[in-house]
């Protein structure tokens, strides 16, 4: 029999077994496809991430960090709140800067963000022309997010900077023709400058003020238009000389001034540098090096571009000159590859944990099946991934560790399922497609309800959900892949791999369908006495159950609470700030230090270190710092994450107890979008000072807390030395000063004004005029400087006063108003959102007394992850409404519905035990894993009648008996009988509707002759036929149809010699005219033979169920005469022979009579009016009986 036949609709198990040919070959062919797109898919370290950040930066020398926060960053502030994409704004002012941090919506589309940034820099650049004047900028950068795959050092004892610098241009040259390198920066890279210092004291003696000296250098540097001569063939361009050719040509620059000539040498100082004070700096090995930083093409694939890289970077390494090193100090695609490897060591595991709970549950063949469905899950997972352009990343990769345990879920049932069939006496092909039909649309209800359950992180609109949109789309593919091979490929492998059960001895008598009892073992004898004793105490498993929930929801509150957990990299951050006001030189000798102390530690395998900046973004959440001369930060990377964690425990003692005057912060690589500190308040209001007496308190709350450490301010108390200088206004109106006169003085000689450019090849370096180092380091020699004047030269200190005093390093504010942020770290094994939470609670007081318009605010991670559980919690909904229809379709019950969903909390209490057993936290990994689990579906279909007992209904749930439905075929019903009874069969799904009976007769599979005929008359055996709810009728049709050919053809095959018809189809026409003309079963080999015998002689048959059969619907219940002699094909009174079909649906006993009729030569019969006939040889007997029991009536 086909395996399709125990099945209800479309069976695809069974189908698969019909053409399995067809089947290996698409599996081979998707497989083979998948490791090739595996090969293929685009790798990196996260996931593709929109940073919605945009950094304006304007300069304004010379202005206090209030003057700037006033008259720069506020204005621009005010503008860009106009933004309709706008979050929030943050920004910081220092004396001479201004930038200011545009964060958009997370809500907004990335499409828009683009559009955003066109609209800030218009906006802001309509507003221009009412920034002060000499402010430069403001400056754009929406490449904030950028993620440097690789980052190298070069260095060499006796290379300067600037020839590093070279050397790194033909270095950048070659990088950037590598397939996937979008640009290559430099980091630590110090601006060369030419710097003229001239003594104050010999310019005053000789009358020279500084202005004239820098536009005498400028006019002699001068590049400008000198004519052309045009002649009458061509044009010819003069070209005076004069311009700057090298650092000695400057020198030797003859000046003019006040009608006399100096050589500009014989003045000033001419010498060629670097910024000073430095800027930023690289530092490796103890000494200054450049840093090369490369980002990759977006939707690149870094393990590639690693590879290229790798080899590139060795061939540039043979072409740099001898004691010129190029150094790997981070390298993204060695991280993705261990992430990878990880990954693949996870999924062999997998592997060997199923084999082994197989083998021992299932038996080793069992377990096989699954193991071998696992990697051809995976790899048409692939195939789609790199379809949906979905690339590997940690977010991706721990999603498939994820599903790993999930999408065996399915193979497992399916091949449980055929293994229980088989032990039940089943053969493998009937197992398969039983197992199809009892499981697999319980299956997919269940997959497309968990892939449901991440819904709400798919459409999350946050970060956090662009950031992990990944776990949605990879676990719906993996799922519904593993669906797919649970119902083609499994009963596949079942087919050749599952044993059938043999019989015993004893059970020899048994027919061959006999259902083997395999829970009749002493296992499942105990298992029901246990569900038995569950039962008759439910009350008492009830509470028990409902005081477990209680428990764990009192529990959850014991359950530490994360938002991302640390990343496993082995990188180690340890930043330095000191003072406000406190210069680079400073802290770069902290720095140096602080590198001594690291020297030769084994756990380090190398480090590199930042001064006056944070590292550039090698690691895409990293928490970048700005540009500081009071800051730097070491990237540590040690040797393993067990080096990094003892070196971590050995820094916090060294570090407190050896850099005491430095505040420092050793941190960890996070996941998730970045935070920053884990515990963070935010104290914002109107008034600098009140904010910061308010945020006073804040931090003495927080020192409160054991498990806070490290409490600092994110911008201190005003620390920044200044010296005021009070000009007296009279004096210098006499002696025709103004204010600008006095600024423009002061920094040329302090800092430097650049008088003109220096061009060297593709270079314009800056030179600088300015006073020697001893005018430019002691506060005490600013009122002897000599400020010319029309008049004269004159002493600073005659025109006014200077004062000593502080202010402001940096101003921080957020939405425009100052705003302090108190943040601490955390002691190990403590979690941010729980000190956070403490912490909050105590504010409530301190808020109360807050004067209006001022407040305190959560950051850091408590609030990231309130985003973004609050655009989870709004997709919400739209996940309930998808779970709810999915079971609605497949329970089509509310009160089934209602026992999932009540059910399905009831999984927190192992949540919650597992997770304060193993002091593991619940955070953002945990809840998308408990989406998932908390979504499944026990496969199966069951139906209980009323009256049955609890205990019944879990028996029958734990033998897996699905539910089956009837469908019953009644012997002697015509063909449209039948499809008019099916039609009506509210549990079937009518496909046939609309379809003729020839049509439907092909759509079986009918024979050809049977096509032909056009008449599914008789063709279909009576029987009572199970099925699934929802299963095609065409099933049924199909299966009667098959059963009907098999004991036809069994009955022909046993047919008694010399029958007057020649083919079965014949038989199977008389058996049809039997069975509606027998009332009584004993008299079905008579009947048959009284028609066999007029056949013999070509006799008429004379039988009135076929001349009903041929009036069709004219037939009103009654034969009349006129009836008989009305002529149709069906009319045995008025046509010799047989009927053109049968006129019936026969059952097996009237097959037998036809093929075997009666030893009786009796050609008429009557009935006797209770069942049973009268059989005569004659038509005088014949006509005596008619007499009898018809007339006689």
């Avoid at 197992?435 to 459409?459: C, D, Q, R």
């Avoid at 649970?486 to 059960?501: D, F, N, Q, S």
């Avoid at 504010?813 to 403590?830: F, L, M, N, Y």
């Avoid at 079986?1004 to 279909?1020: M, P, T, V, W, Y």
Wanted: neutral net charge; charged residues 20%; hydrophobic residues 45%.
């Amino acid at each position: 029999m086909s395996p399709s036949h125990e099945e209800g609709r479309f069976n695809l198990s069974a189908w698969a077994l019909r053409h399995q040919a067809l089947v290996v070959y698409l599996i081979a062919l998707a497989t083979l496809a998948g490791i090739l797109a595996y090969t293929r898919l685009a790798q990196s370290e996260d996931p593709p991430f929109t940073f919605r950040v945009m950094v304006i930066r304007t300069f304004w020398p010379g202005a206090t960090a209030r003057q700037v926060q006033e008259q720069v960053t506020d204005r621009i502030g005010r503008k860009l709140q106009e933004t309709p994409a706008i979050d929030f704004l943050r920004s910081y002012s220092r004396p001479g800067e201004s930038l200011i941090f545009f964060t958009m919506k997370d809500s907004a589309p990335v499409k828009d963000v683009p559009e955003t940034w066109y609209q800030i820099r218009k906006k802001v650049g309509d507003i221009g022309y009412t920034l002060p004047p000499g402010v430069q900028g403001p400056f754009f950068n929406d490449e904030f997010g950028d993620v440097y795959t690789n980052i190298w050092t070069l260095e060499g004892d006796g290379f300067s900077p600037a020839q590093l610098h070279d050397y790194a241009d033909q270095l950048r040259t070659v990088l950037l023709r590598v397939p996937g390198v979008a640009k290559v920066d430099y980091f630590g890279d110090p601006d060369q400058r030419i710097f003229i210092e001239v003594n104050n004291a010999q310019l005053t003696r000789l009358g020279i003020s500084p202005q004239q000296l820098g536009q005498a250098i400028n006019a002699q540097n001068d590049v400008s238009s000198a004519g052309t001569l045009t002649t009458a063939d061509d044009r010819v361009f003069v070209r005076p000389s004069g311009q700057f050719d090298n650092v000695a040509a400057i020198a030797d620059t003859l000046i003019r001034i006040n009608g006399r000539t100096f050589r500009l040498g014989d003045l000033a100082t001419v010498k060629r540098g670097y910024d000073d004070p430095p800027v930023t700096q690289m530092r490796a090995n103890g000494k200054a090096v450049l840093g090369i930083g490369v980002t990759m093409q977006p939707g690149g694939d870094v393990i590639r571009l690693g590879k290229a890289l790798d080899a590139e970077s060795k061939d540039l390494q043979a072409r740099l000159p001898a004691g010129l090193k190029l150094t790997e100090v981070s390298s993204m695609p060695h991280a993705v590859s261990h992430s990878v490897d990880d990954f693949l060591e996870a999924v062999a595991e997998a592997v060997a944990i199923v084999l082994i709970v197989s083998l021992v549950s299932l038996g080793l063949r069992t377990g096989m099946v699954v193991v071998i469905s696992i990697p051809v899950v995976l790899a048409v997972t692939a195939l789609f991934m790199y379809l949906f352009d979905i690339g590997l990343h940690k977010v991706s990769l721990g999603t498939l560790v994820l599903a790993l345990g999930l999408l065996v879920d399915d193979a497992i049932i399916a091949v449980e399922m055929m293994a229980v069939k088989l032990e039940q006496g089943y053969n493998r092909a009937r197992a398969a497609a039983f197992a199809y039909t009892s499981t697999a649309f319980p299956m997919l209800t269940g997959t497309l309800v968990t892939v449901s359950g991440f819904l709400p992180i798919a459409l999350a609109k946050s970060s956090t959900g662009e950031y992990t949109r990944s776990i949605f789309e990879v676990s719906a593919i993996a799922l519904i892949a593993s669906w797919f091979a649970a119902v083609v490929l499994i009963p596949l492998l079942g087919y050749h791999l599952l044993p059938e059960r043999k019989k015993h001895a004893h059970e020899a008598h048994l027919p061959d369908d006999h259902e083997h009892d395999i829970y009749d073992t002493r296992f499942y004898t105990r298992l029901r006495g246990w569900i038995r004793w569950c039962i008759e105490r439910r009350f008492v498993v009830l509470l028990i159950t409902g005081a477990l929930f209680v428990v764990s929801l009192l529990g959850f509150s014991l359950v530490p609470q994360q938002f991302f957990p640390s990343s496993d990299r082995p990188e180690l951050l340890v930043d330095l700030r000191l003072p406000e006001g406190a210069s680079f030189a400073a802290t770069l000798r902290e720095t140096e230090r602080l590198e001594k102390v690291l020297d030769k530690r084994p756990e380090i395998d190398h480090s590199v270190n930042f001064v006056g900046s944070g590292a550039p973004r090698f690691y895409l959440p990293l928490d970048q710092q700005l540009q500081l001369p009071n800051f730097a930060q070491f990237v540590i990377t040690a040797k393993s994450v067990e080096d990094r964690e003892k070196l971590a425990s050995w820094l916090e003692t060294t570090l407190r107890d050896r850099f005491p005057a430095v505040r420092w912060r050793l941190s960890r690589l996070e996941n998730g979008p970045p935070v920053g500190y884990p515990v963070q308040f935010r104290v914002s209001g109107d008034d600098i000072a009140t904010v910061r007496s308010i945020a006073e308190k804040v931090a003495a709350t927080m020192r409160g807390d054991a498990r806070a450490v490290n409490v600092q301010f994110d911008w201190d108390e005003p620390a920044e030395r200044s010296v005021r200088f009070e000009l007296d206004q009279k004096k210098a109106r006499e002696l025709n000063v103004t204010s600008q006169d006095v600024s423009s003085f002061l920094a040329m000689t302090l800092s430097g004004t650049t008088v003109t450019q220096y061009r060297e090849r593709d270079k314009l370096i800056a030179v600088d005029l300015r006073a020697p180092q001893a005018d430019r380091v002691d506060p005490a020699k600013l009122a002897g400087l000599a400020l010319p004047t029309p008049n004269g030269a004159v002493p600073l200190g005659s025109l006014g006063r200077f004062t000593p005093t502080l202010e402001y390093g940096v101003v921080w504010e957020r939405d425009r108003q100052p705003t302090i942020t108190v943040q601490s770290d955390v002691r190990a094994g403590a979690q941010g959102i729980d000190v956070t939470h403490a912490i909050d609670g105590k504010l409530n007081a301190l808020r109360a007394q807050l004067p209006v318009g001022y407040r305190v605010e959560i950051g850091g991670s408590v609030e990231e992850s309130a985003k973004a559980q609050t655009s989870i919690n709004a997709q919400m909904p739209l996940m309930a409404i998808a779970v709810f229809t999915l079971l609605m379709i497949q329970l089509q019950s509310f009160s089934r519905v209602l026992m999932v969903v009540l059910t399905a909390p009831l999984g927190l209490i192992g949540v919650v035990a597992t997770l304060l057993l193993f002091g593991q936290p619940f955070g953002f990994v945990a809840m998308t894993r408990l989406l998932g689990l908390s979504s499944r579906l026990k496969s199966g279909n069951y139906e209980f009648k009323t009256g049955v007992t609890p205990y019944d209904v879990l028996q029958k749930i734990a033998r897996g008996d699905v539910n089956e439905y009837v469908a019953t075929v009644i012997e002697g019903w015509t063909f449209k009988r039948m499809r008019a009874e099916l039609d009506a069969n509210p549990d079937l799904a009518h496909t046939t509707a609309g379809m003729s009976d020839a049509e439907l007769l092909r759509a079986i599979g009918a024979s050809d002759s049977a096509i032909q005929r056009g008449s599914g008359e008789g063709l279909f055996f009576p029987d009572t036929y199970l099925f699934d709810k929802g299963t095609s009728d065409l099933n049924i049709y199909r299966r009667a149809y098959h059963l009907m050919q098999t004991r036809l053809d069994e009955a022909w095959a046993a047919r008694a010699p010399g029958l007057p018809y020649k083919t079965p189809y014949e038989a199977l026409t008389i058996a049809s005219i039997v069975e509606k003309e027998t009332g009584h079963a004993a008299d079905r080999a008579f009947v048959a033979a009284v028609f066999a015998n007029r056949l013999r002689i070509g006799m008429p048959l004379q039988t009135d169920p076929s001349v009903i059969y041929g009036l069709g619907d004219a037939y009103d219940g009654r034969l009349r005469k006129r009836d008989l002699q009305a002529d149709t094909p069906y009319n045995t009174y008025t046509r010799r022979g047989l009927p053109p079909t049968p006129i019936a649906l026969p059952g097996v006993a009237s097959l037998q009579a036809a093929i075997n009729p009666a030893p009786t030569s009796a050609l008429y019969f009557v009935a006797k009016g209770d069942g049973t006939s009268v059989f005569s040889d004659t038509l005088g007997d014949h006509n005596k009986a008619v007499d009898k029991y018809i007339r006689g009536q």
